[in-house]
């Protein structure tokens, strides 16, 4: 069983892109565990306690699916209801309940009343989420089964182990750190998630819990994870479907000392926030590289339009394009697809200056093939496993990066071809 | 060579959805020939030739596509200057003369010229579509060399030729007919089209053509078309990707006899309305079932939106997910799947009462399982090679219908295992 092992979708290979799994330092005031509460039939992790330090702020982001799941639901209402402060969160695979009703909230409520008795604490200061099979009503007593022997078995160093355990078909543990200095102290960045797997009949979901002893106020962290998750993680895309349980959680515990931070535009903050930002970025990436059947990384940027919001529109119809996708997968630079897809994406787009280019390599200019184009060194570069795609629309002035990958042969078979 | 062999690509198995031609009568008014201008390296048909009686009226409708072809550009501003009359139609396969710049505008202007010169009418009665590789312009030199052939060969007799020569990666020739009764009069509708093919490295394009013998003029002509189209060109999706050349052209010669009808809302007209979005739905359905690697035909009915406009995108973006259309391909009841989409299309929806069937069967009601779920006769009832998905989001009363199909091996195939 080597590092990378696959404890969600026992077979499935270890994606061709993966990344190895950093070394975690522990965070002050954050403990964790990973338990067997049995959503899996096979022997593997599948909940994950995570304790922190009173006083300890949360921030989050959560799907903006209009179904979201019983878990968001939670978090959404406690964040608001502790004033952004956490002493616990509970994840759990294999099971999403989503789309499950009152009985799904009661299952999560239950599960908010045994931890924050154990703790001592409000129950709105529990946290939830989950993945795995959506219209299946959590079987909360699972987790309380565990919980007890989870809160024994808490420890600084459970970072790795929790990375995994809330793997479904990631191919890969996924995690990144980052430190940055807050006036005259190092604070500590520690992030792990999970991906874009899918597991018959379940439904693929972002999960991901992020960690610092940096002392800033709820409000404050808000502020700075919002933005950042938007030119992050809600800027990777592997097949469009965004899942119903979507969760991006950030702590922090204070630890590191300090007085608690309230002003989000403070300077002192600058470094923080780039770290931040830089920590959420890698997860993003190796969510795209264990994308469902990934075999290259794709880079797409957007510039010359209207806004930013505009070039963001045009750069995810092109990452999400079945027929660019399936190009990139053939090593073609087939960039009369990508034209195709920068027209339907409804936005202006001034086609008398579009111009394309492939890493360095320019396809089209001024609305037309380029005189440069050069079609043996085009496919030469269509070989290479990472890949950037570059657009100008000749509209304005305003750009966007969105990362994608492939579609192959892989995600059919890991999505298509199974009976349920 | 059967009647449906693919002039298009060579050895591409046919689609196990495929329709068989209907018998194609003439339409008084209306003559075609089919040439080889040489598009393409292998021996097939490439250009198709249409005349109409003088008087001859037309209605369009164009991609909403940014980046518009040469050819859709023409059509829009001929139409205009001709006050929607029409002596010709020349199509091509194998160039779309797509971002091509000035180059192409002229190109379409040089075949227009030499059509409009041999039939004695205005440039603005020639009209021109054409579908293959985008970014190259269009070599109209050889269009010019077969044009004079081409006139002598013209037949009324010649649609199924014509269904052929409008191929790329059809798998079959796509046709339909109806007869409608007008005040005393019975008058035909024909139409033909080509559909979601690719070819290395062509740009999949939709191009539909109709005539009828009925006399209507020119703007309720189009007021007829334009509703029709949105319920059923406009209502069938294959993978999202939309063409830079989409185009339908309805002709009407009016030899049928009688008075130009001028009022699109006469009631003398309902059943040519009928009649006419009968054909064209056939028309449409025959394209989804040839859709690249297609093995399951799919109709997708939401029901309780709250405008049509928010069901159609709820449909379409059930439609379009590759999660759903992966699934269905491996006849998985997953309709967790269904949920995912119908709260990603950003759409209203109340999630405490959506419900979603397979055929009869009850999947999901009030926004969580159904008692009845039935897990054997789902499984029973993917295997169908038609398949209807319902959907009520509980928002409002308003509902669409929209029809695509499966995600198979068989897309990844065509569209990424090549190289350019």
Same mark, same amino acid.
């Given at each position: 069983?080597?590092?990378?092992?696959?404890?969600?979708?026992?077979?499935?290979?270890?994606?061709?892109?993966?990344?190895?799994?950093?070394?975690?330092?522990?965070?002050?005031?954050?403990?964790?565990?990973?338990?067997?509460?049995?959503?899996?039939?096979?022997?593997?992790?599948?909940?994950?306690?995570?304790?922190?330090?009173?006083?300890?702020?949360?921030?989050?982001?959560?799907?903006?699916?209009?179904?979201?799941?019983?878990?968001?639901?939670?978090?959404?209402?406690?964040?608001?209801?502790?004033?952004?402060?956490?002493?616990?969160?509970?994840?759990?695979?294999?099971?999403?309940?989503?789309?499950?009703?009152?009985?799904?909230?009661? =299952?999560?409520?239950?599960?908010?009343?045994?931890?924050? $008795?154990?703790?001592?604490?409000?129950?709105?200061?529990?946290?939830?989420?989950?993945?795995?099979?959506?219209?299946?009503?959590?079987?909360?007593?699972?987790?309380?089964?565990?919980?007890?022997?989870? *809160?024994?078995?808490?420890?600084?160093?459970?970072?790795?182990?929790?990375?995994?355990?809330?793997?479904?078909?990631?191919?890969?543990?996924?995690?990144?750190? =980052?430190?940055?200095?807050?006036?005259?102290?190092?604070?500590?960045?520690?992030?792990?998630?999970?991906?874009?797997?899918?597991?018959?009949? !379940?439904?693929?979901?972002?999960?991901?819990? *992020?960690?610092?002893? @940096?002392?800033?106020?709820?409000?404050?962290?808000?502020?700075?994870?919002?933005?950042?998750?938007?030119?992050?993680?809600?800027?990777? $895309?592997?097949?469009?479907?965004?899942?119903?349980?979507?969760?991006?959680?950030?702590?922090?515990?204070?630890?590191?000392?300090?007085?608690?931070?309230? !002003? =989000?535009?403070?300077?002192? *903050?600058?470094?923080?926030?780039?770290?931040?930002?830089?920590?959420?970025?890698?997860?993003?990436?190796?969510?795209?590289?264990?994308?469902?059947?990934?075999?290259?990384?794709?880079?797409?940027?957007?510039?010359?339009?209207?806004?930013?919001?505009? @070039?963001?529109?045009?750069?995810? $119809?092109?990452?999400?394009?079945?027929?660019?996708?399936?190009?990139? @997968?053939?090593? !073609?630079?087939?960039?009369?697809?990508?034209?195709?897809?920068?027209?339907?994406?409804?936005?202006?787009?001034?086609?008398?200056?579009?111009?394309?280019?492939?890493?360095?390599?320019?396809? =089209?200019?001024?609305?037309?093939?380029?005189?440069? /184009?050069?079609?043996?060194?085009?496919?030469? /570069?269509?070989?290479?496993?990472?890949?950037?795609?570059?657009?100008?629309?000749?509209?304005?002035?305003?750009?966007?990066?969105?990362?994608?990958?492939?579609?192959?042969?892989? /995600?059919?078979?890991?999505?298509?071809? /199974?009976?349920?």
């Amino acid at each position: 069983m080597t590092d990378t092992a696959a404890p969600g979708k026992p077979g499935l290979a270890v994606s061709p892109l993966a990344v190895p799994f950093p070394k975690m330092e522990p965070v002050a005031g954050v403990e964790l565990s990973t338990s067997r509460a049995g959503f899996y039939k096979h022997e593997r992790p599948d909940v994950v306690l995570m304790r922190f330090h009173p006083g300890t702020a949360v921030a989050g982001t959560f799907t903006r699916h209009a179904v979201g799941s019983a878990p968001v639901d939670w978090c959404k209402g406690a964040i608001q209801a502790s004033g952004g402060r956490a002493r616990a969160l509970v994840v759990n695979a294999g099971c999403a309940n989503s789309f499950t009703g009152q009985a799904g909230a009661t =299952a999560v409520e239950r599960v908010m009343d045994a931890v924050s $008795t154990e703790l001592g604490c409000r129950r709105a200061e529990v946290l939830m989420a989950s993945t795995g099979v959506i219209g299946v009503v959590l079987q909360y007593g699972k987790i309380l089964n565990v919980l007890q022997d989870a *809160l024994v078995r808490l420890t600084p160093n459970g970072w790795t182990d929790s990375a995994k355990g809330i793997m479904t078909t990631d191919t890969f543990p996924k995690g990144a750190v =980052a430190e940055a200095v807050i006036g005259d102290r190092t604070v500590r960045i520690v992030g792990i998630c999970k991906g874009s797997g899918m597991i018959a009949p !379940d439904m693929a979901t972002m999960l991901s819990f *992020l960690a610092t002893d @940096a002392a800033i106020a709820p409000a404050a962290l808000q502020a700075i994870l919002s933005p950042a998750v938007v030119r992050t993680l809600n800027s990777v $895309t592997v097949d469009g479907d965004r899942s119903t349980n979507d969760t991006c959680l950030l702590f922090a515990t204070g630890r590191a000392g300090g007085p608690e931070i309230t !002003d =989000a535009s403070a300077p002192e *903050l600058d470094a923080f926030k780039a770290a931040l930002e830089a920590v959420l970025l890698d997860l993003g990436h190796q969510l795209v590289k264990d994308g469902e059947g990934a075999q290259k990384f794709v880079r797409v940027e957007v510039n010359g339009a209207v806004s930013e919001a505009s @070039a963001r529109k045009i750069a995810r $119809t092109i990452c999400e394009s079945p027929l660019v996708k399936t190009a990139i @997968a053939g090593e !073609d630079a087939n960039w009369g697809r990508i034209v195709m897809a920068v027209g339907r994406a409804d936005e202006p787009v001034v086609r008398e200056k579009i111009a394309i280019r492939f890493g360095d390599l320019v396809a =089209a200019r001024d609305g037309a093939v380029s005189a440069e /184009y050069d079609e043996a060194a085009m496919s030469a /570069y269509m070989k290479n496993a990472e890949l950037a795609i570059s657009v100008d629309v000749g509209a304005g002035s305003a750009s966007a990066v969105m990362w994608t990958c492939d579609l192959t042969h892989g /995600y059919i078979s890991i999505n298509g071809d /199974y009976r349920s």
